[in-house]
């Protein structure tokens, strides 16, 4: 006879899918209704039928008691439009809630979609010559963040703008250098480290190098972008201390020093 097998390599093995699942399970990315589409899109569009039933066993606790973000929103059709404004360069209206409620508006030039710590992210640069930006900082350089959740309303213009090949955004090495999505200056840092496990500094951020090392103590540099870094260097406790540059260290110190008074008043 004449056999004629499949490869199919479209097809995920049981592991990948269950990998997925379990990450986007963990991500808490999106509202629950979105969720519950893209997990049961996975299992039955990317398996055998014969896996249909095993892989969902394995998450179907997880599937169940899953927790939507508090915003509830569902940010997929809003993702899908931004991605065409990104891909052909057109400027966006947009209405946009601050963290403490009020509500801006604003003309974009739309970058780059990013997503962490449980949202996604507009990286943009204002494009209305910064006339209605009081009191805020502009780097040509490097753009602004917005959680798209927090867009209240969005409005896609015909007119585009120009985008030189050179300066492009680059959404993978810009990742590399931010943390928590916090606004701020790029710069450059170098830390001691004397925890357990250096590679959980290393993997943290990606543009890290170990300087030196010697006796369970590590001097890391690094490039980030954002003030985020601040949280990120404070959650690691005594196990970190900042280097360089030296206005951030001497903050750190400072407002540990006020943590530590308050503490001390209230016991």
Known sequence: VYSLKMDNKEVLSDGEALAVCKILLESRAFAKP????????????????????KVMALIAN???YY???KH??????????????????LLLDVEYERQEKSVVKRRLKPVGILFSEY??????????GGKKVKKEKQDNLLPTIYRIDRIKAMDILKEHFSVPYQDRFQEGEFRKRVQFM?????QKVKLEYT???VEAVLDRLPTAEIVEAKKGKYIVSAEVFGLGIELWIRSQGSMIK???PKELADKIKADLKRELARYEEQA
């Open 242 to 244: 900042v280097l360089e």
């Open 62 to 64: 997880e599937k169940f």
């Open 182 to 186: 916090y606004d701020g200056p790029l």
């Open 72 to 89: 509830k929103k569902q940010v997929i059709g809003r993702i899908r439009n931004i991605g065409h404004a990104i891909q052909e360069h």
């Open 119 to 128: 949202y996604f992210y507009l990286a943009a640069f204002i494009a209305d």
């Open 195 to 197: 925890g357990p496990s």
């Open 34 to 53: 979105e969720m519950n589409r893209i997990i049961d899109k996975i299992i039955h569009s990317c398996l055998p039928k014969r896996s249909f039933s």
């Open 67 to 69: 927790i939507e973000p």
